[in-house]
Nanobody
Framework: QVQLVESGGGLVQAGGSLRLSCAAS????????MGWHRQAPGKQRELVAT???????DYADSVKGRFAISRDNAKNTVFLQMNSLKPEDTAVYYC??????????WGQGTQVTVSS
C-alpha cells in the first residue's frame, strides 16, 4: 500500500503564496509520476501539475507561470509552490502518485482558501 500525506494548505490573501508538501510512504517503487489535483465546491477534480520520475513537468494552463511543482526523490516528497494566488485557486488540493502499473493513489487533501 501507498500512503500520501499532504500539508501546507491554509488561508491566504489574493496575491500571496503557499507551499504544499506531499510525503509518500509504504510500498514505493515503480513510480511513474506524482502530482497535484484540486477540486472546488460544485466542480470536478482537475489536474494542477504533474512531475514524472524523470523530472518532466506539466501544468494546467490556469496555473502556468504561477505554480511550480518539484520533488525530492530521496524523501519521496513532492512540493507545489503556489505564487500570485487568486480567489479562483480556492479548492481542496489532492496529491496523487501514479505507478507504472497504472495504479493511482490519492492523499486525503488539504484546503487552500484565497480571500479577495
Amino acid at each position: 500500500q501507498v500512503q500520501l500525506v499532504e500539508s501546507g494548505g491554509g488561508l491566504v490573501q489574493a496575491g500571496g503564496s503557499l507551499r504544499l508538501s506531499c510525503a509518500a510512504s509504504g510500498i514505493i517503487f515503480n513510480i511513474n509520476a506524482m502530482g497535484w489535483h484540486r477540486q472546488a465546491p460544485g466542480k470536478q477534480r482537475e489536474l494542477v501539475a504533474t512531475i514524472t520520475s524523470g523530472g518532466n513537468t506539466d501544468y494546467a494552463d490556469s496555473v502556468k507561470g504561477r505554480f511550480a511543482i518539484s520533488r525530492d526523490n530521496a524523501k519521496n516528497t513532492v512540493f507545489l509552490q503556489m505564487n500570485s494566488l487568486k480567489p479562483e485557486d480556492t479548492a481542496v488540493y489532492y496529491c496523487n502518485l501514479d505507478k507504472t502499473s497504472g495504479s493511482r493513489y490519492w492523499g486525503q487533501g488539504t484546503q487552500v482558501t484565497v480571500s479577495s
